[in-house]
C-alpha cells in the first residue's frame, strides 16, 4: 500500500459530492489538482485497488431508477469476512459493514429492477447458504455519505 500524498488526499476527500458532471470528469478533476486526465484515472484505479475507494458512481433516490433494498445477514462471527467477500463480489453491492447485532452484515444492493434484485438475492443466499433479511424502504431520507476526512 503507498503512503497518500496531498493529491490522493484531495482526490478522497474534495470530491465526494459534487462530483463534475460532463463528457470528461477525470479531465475536469485533473485541471483542479494540477495533474494530468492519465493520472488522475491512475491514482482513482489504485486507491480502489488499495481499498480507499469502493466506487464511484452516482447515487439515485431509491425507487426512481431501478430497484434497490437494504438487507441484513446473521453470519457467524469466524465466517463474516468469508461471506462479505462473497456478498461483494456481486454487481450492484453499493457497500455493506458489520453491525454489533445478531443480524451483523448490512449491505444494499441495487439491480435494472424488481425481478434482477430478487434472483441476485436468491444467488446470494444459495451462495452463502444463509437466509438475508430485506428492509425494503418504506419512508425515504437523505443522508448525506460524505465525510470530512481528517489526516495526521
Do not use: C
Not at 488499495?50 to 433516490?61: K, M, P, Q
Not at 447458504?129 to 428492509?135: F, Y
Request: no cysteine.
Amino acid at each position: 500500500m503507498q503512503v497518500l500524498d496531498t493529491i490522493d488526499k484531495h482526490l478522497l476527500n474534495d470530491f465526494q459530492q459534487e462530483f463534475p458532471l460532463q463528457s470528461r470528469p477525470y479531465q475536469h478533476l485533473g485541471q483542479r489538482l494540477g495533474i494530468s486526465e492519465e493520472e488522475v484515472i491512475s491514482r482513482v484505479g489504485r486507491l480502489q485497488d488499495e481499498g480507499y475507494i469502493s466506487r464511484v458512481g452516482a447515487v439515485f433516490t431509491p425507487g426512481k431508477v431501478g430497484a434497490s433494498v437494504l438487507a441484513a445477514m446473521e453470519v457467524a462471527p469466524q465466517e463474516i469476512e468469508n461471506v462479505a467477500s462473497i456478498i461483494n463480489e456481486f454487481d450492484g453491492v453499493n457497500h455493506n459493514y458489520e453491525r454489533e447485532h445478531a443480524f451483523n452484515l448490512w449491505f444494499v444492493v441495487t439491480a435494472p429492477d424488481e425481478a434482477s434484485l430478487a434472483a441476485i438475492l436468491a444467488s446470494m443466499r444459495e451462495k452463502t447458504g444463509l437466509d438475508i433479511m430485506e428492509l425494503p424502504l418504506l419512508e425515504p431520507f437523505h443522508l448525506d455519505l460524505g465525510f470530512e476526512l481528517q489526516w495526521n
